[in-house]
């Protein structure tokens, strides 16, 4: 093998899909890389209630430069639920996790998270009532491309005055249309779709 010599302090990372249960037919890097790296395992953004970053980062994606975001303030935050607590007597509130509640940027994140979930086959949304049918084969959402939906939206879209709501309606019809993903993928995205109202 050659070495280069680099300058000091110098760093680089790389990325690589390597292969998994749901993708074994991936290459393992080569042993010679492979000594040579450190690995770190990325999963996606977490996106939950108590946890939202997915969601932070689309609201990030959403401001100008002054730090403002010029959408209706009903179309981004989650929905409040009164909870009762009969032990203690006491009322709280938390964070309605059912697929419709909250506004659009809410639902989205949730949405995204699904797909996510989905594709890995875990539990989500739809699993309840489809079962394995529940599990998407091929399409998933890269984070990258959904906040580039997001700034093309805060960009564009936002100044002809079109609601979040149908621009990522129409985004998601796209994405979920595509030829490349099979049939059951492109009808399963539209009952996510349908069912975290992003239609």
């Known amino acids: 093998g050659s070495s280069e010599k680099l300058a000091p302090e110098f ?3 790389g990325s690589a899909n390597l ?3 749901k993708h074994p037919d991936r290459a393992e890097l080569p042993v010679e890389v492979a000594r040579e790296l450190g690995s770190l395992e990325v999963d996606y953004p977490p996106q939950s209630a108590e946890d939202p970053e997915l969601y932070e980062m689309m609201l990030a994606a959403l401001m100008d430069q002054n730090d403002r975001i010029r959408v209706q303030k009903e179309e981004l935050p989650p929905e409040w639920k009164e909870v009762v607590d009969a032990r203690t007597n006491s009322k709280r509130f938390e964070i309605d996790t059912e697929p419709k509640a909250g506004g659009t940027l809410w639902r989205f994140a949730e949405f995204v998270a699904a797909i ?3 594709y ?3 539990d989500n949304a739809l699993t309840a009532t489809l079962r394995d049918a529940s599990y998407l084969r091929h399409a998933v959402l ?3 491309l959904v906040l580039s939906w997001l700034q093309e939206y805060r960009k564009s879209a936002m100044r002809s005055h079109e609601s979040l709501k149908g621009f990522l309606g129409t985004k998601i019809a796209d ?6 993903y099979p049939e059951e993928d492109r009808n399963l995205v539209k009952k996510f779709q349908e069912e975290f109202q992003l239609g």
């Not at 994405?175 to 490349?180: L, V």
Request: aromatic fraction near 10%.
């Open 175 to 180: 994405w979920g249309a595509q030829k490349i």
């Open 116 to 118: 996510q979930k989905s």
């Open 142 to 144: 890269d984070p990258g």
């Open 11 to 13: 760093g680089f990372v």
């Open 19 to 21: 292969p998994s249960e």
């Open 120 to 122: 890995k086959g875990e």
